[in-house]
């Protein structure tokens, strides 16, 4: 790690540390990223003196090619950056890495729970936990899994799937909220058995691809209770078990089964309340195709954050928008750029600059994220 000036930065080199603007409350820079001449601008515009940079990537930022690739289809303009070649290839090789985890991580778990449901074996909440999510967090790269998950999502979209993503954005998200390790563990167990009760529920109701009708609705709707009930049998955590009953409970009583209020859901609950919407949202559905996380921010904040425990909501919210802070995304315009600031108070519409152009999303109402691209 050096710390340099900002005269000295150049496109390619890779930030050590978090920047942010002089007031220290908005994050310019997340630790990690490929400086672009655009972010340098940025760093320009907000008068960042020195920045902290990783030594170690610095001697392939010289080699950062400008070659004319493509992606989905559409030519990348040239003020998108690229990755230097090594970065590139140990970036391929991380998501490959976890591709191979999360597959062997999928395969366990699904024999493992339908086992549960077809009731011939004993459960053991943390063998299955450690054969499956601890396999994918073993060197604690918090900050990368939203950007994994939405690989994985190309890869499976199944409930097995659902349940893995939602158990790794639990975790995610009790270590943003600053639990004990326990609490974090405890807290993907949650997320991973939070929706058992929807394996007993028939495929062609799950799978069907328009609109229930309110007998199909009300059997879907006893999935928490039969969930609570399935891992009772096997004497599952009661903190566990309180996750898979509550995840559809919401603060203000709007919810289901039992229409309960904030302080009658258990904590754990009304995380995965959270990280189940977040998953299911960025998913596709027999009925509808992925949002981005963006939209997804924006339907949080358009529902009302009255009906998800506060600390929680805006901890996850915040921390989920600035991981795409300068990531490239292609809008519904057509135009690509990227996420250069994010709102705080709409963190849903950010401003996105293309070329020379910012769109303020947040007053440009009519125009939206339609697709968040990778750095290629
Ligand atoms: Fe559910």
Redesign the pocket.
């Known amino acids: 790690m050096k710390k340099i000036t900002l005269e000295q930065l150049k496109p390619g080199m890779v930030t050590a540390e978090d920047i942010y603007a002089m007031n220290g409350q908005q994050l310019l820079v997340p630790k990690g990223t490929t400086l672009t001449e655009l972010k340098l601008q940025l760093l320009h515009v907000f008068s960042i003196r020195s920045v902290r940079i990783n030594d170690e990537i610095l001697d392939s930022a010289d080699s950062a090619e400008n070659s004319g690739d493509t992606y989905f289809g559409g030519h990348i303009p040239d003020f998108i950056s690229k990755l230097p070649d090594k970065v590139r290839e140990a970036r391929t090789q991380e998501i490959k890495e976890y591709k191979e985890a999360y597959s062997q991580g999928l395969n366990y778990f699904q024999v493992a729970v339908n086992n549960l449901v077809e009731k011939n074996t004993d459960l053991n909440v943390d063998t299955i936990l450690n054969q499956t999510v601890s396999l994918l967090d073993t060197k604690g790269r918090y900050s990368s899994i939203l950007e994994m998950l939405i690989y994985m999502k190309e890869y499976d979209s199944s409930i097995y799937a659902h349940c893995i993503n939602t158990s790794l954005l639990c975790n995610m998200l009790a270590h943003w909220l600053d639990y004990s390790e326990e609490d974090c563990h405890l807290a993907a167990a949650c997320g991973l058995f939070?929706?058992v009760?929807?394996l007993t529920v028939p495929d062609e109701i799950v799978q069907k691809p328009g609109p229930l009708t309110p007998q199909e609705r009300e059997i879907i709707n006893t999935?928490?209770e039969k969930g609570y009930e399935l891992l009772k049998e096997f004497g599952v955590n009661e903190t566990v078990r309180l996750s898979a009953l509550m995840?559809?409970e919401k603060c203000d009583g709007s919810g289901y089964p039992r229409q309960l209020k904030d302080e009658q859901i258990d904590p754990f609950a009304k995380l995965v309340t959270i990280c189940?919407i977040y998953d299911a949202m960025t998913s596709d559905r027999p009925y509808r195709k992925a949002m981005t996380p963006f939209a997804v921010l924006e339907h949080f904040e358009m529902v009302g954050l009255s009906k998800f425990d506060a600390r929680a909501i805006l901890t996850f919210l915040e921390n989920t928008a600035n991981t795409y802070l300068n990531c490239p995304v292609r809008l519904s315009n057509q135009k690509i750029g990227y996420v250069v600031f994010i709102n705080r108070s709409r963190l849903g519409r950010p401003i996105v600059q293309c070329g020379d152009e910012f769109i303020d999303l947040s007053k440009q109402k009519d125009i939206m994220i339609t697709e968040m691209l990778p750095v290629v």
């Open positions: 939070h929706d009760g929807q999935h928490p995840h559809h189940n």
